[in-house]
T-cell receptor, first 118, second 109 residues
């Protein structure tokens, strides 16, 4: 149980284009989803937290107009990197947890999306 | 959230127990100890978590000291596939996770 699927696994695109990454919880309802970014040889950095049906909460220094997050259903959240540039190239990882049942549920992570902007 | 201190790296022989330590001396009473691991180029994998009592599941055991200022993750029979970066994270219930540098475990044949 507790499977999180992320798509696509990798994407290469030209500078200036927008890229959408999907995160799905396959066997549970994810009331909360998280988006992280990881640069080479560094640890994961939380970008934003999204609760189903409400606006995402962004961490300090993360541009909300640059990284659009939509969490329209209990099983799907999307991250759109708008007008992507080479410095946005990174490993993007989502996680999901079910906070609707028992308290203190762990986050379960997708396998990540490797984004390369040329 | 309380800060954690982990060694940078350690290794162990395949088939032996791997004991990964974590110090969290500033942990508060309502904060949990979580362990995740990340195998190269994959998303982190949840291993185990606990509050006060020792915990065991199919993957590992978590031993928390009585004063809760440190803990140890035990992989009872390490395999080559357990080679990964292991993160010890302290967080409140249903709170966000802050990843540090973790400890790199290398399992040797």
């Amino acid at each position: 149980g507790a499977v999180v699927s992320q798509h696509p696994s990798w994407v290469i695109c030209k500078s200036g284009t927008s890229v959408k990454i999907e995160c799905r919880s396959l066997d549970f309802q994810a009331t909360t989803m998280f988006w992280y970014r990881q640069f080479p040889k560094q640890s994961l950095m939380l970008m934003a937290t999204s609760n189903e049906g409400s606006k995402a909460t962004y961490e300090q220094g993360v541009e909300k107009d640059k990284f659009l997050i939509n969490h329209a259903s209990l099983t799907l959240s999307t991250l759109t990197v708008t007008s992507a540039h080479p410095e946005d190239s990174s490993f993007y990882i989502c996680s999901a947890s079910d906070r609707g049942g028992h308290s203190n549920q762990p986050q379960h992570f997708g396998d990540g999306t490797r984004l390369s902007i040329l | 959230d309380a800060k954690t201190t982990q060694p940078t790296s350690m290794d162990c022989a395949e088939g032996r127990a791997a004991n990964l330590p974590c110090n969290h001396s500033t942990i508060s009473g309502n904060e949990y100890v979580y362990w995740y691991r990340q195998i190269h180029s994959q998303g982190p994998q949840y291993i185990i978590h606990g509050l006060k009592n020792n915990e065991t599941n199919e993957m590992a055991s978590l031993i928390i000291t009585e004063d809760r200022k440190s803990s140890t993750l035990i992989l009872p029979h390490a395999t080559l596939r357990d080679t990964a970066v292991y993160y010890c994270i302290i967080t409140g219930a249903n709170s966000k996770l802050t990843f540090g540098k973790g400890i790199t475990l290398s399992v040797r044949p």
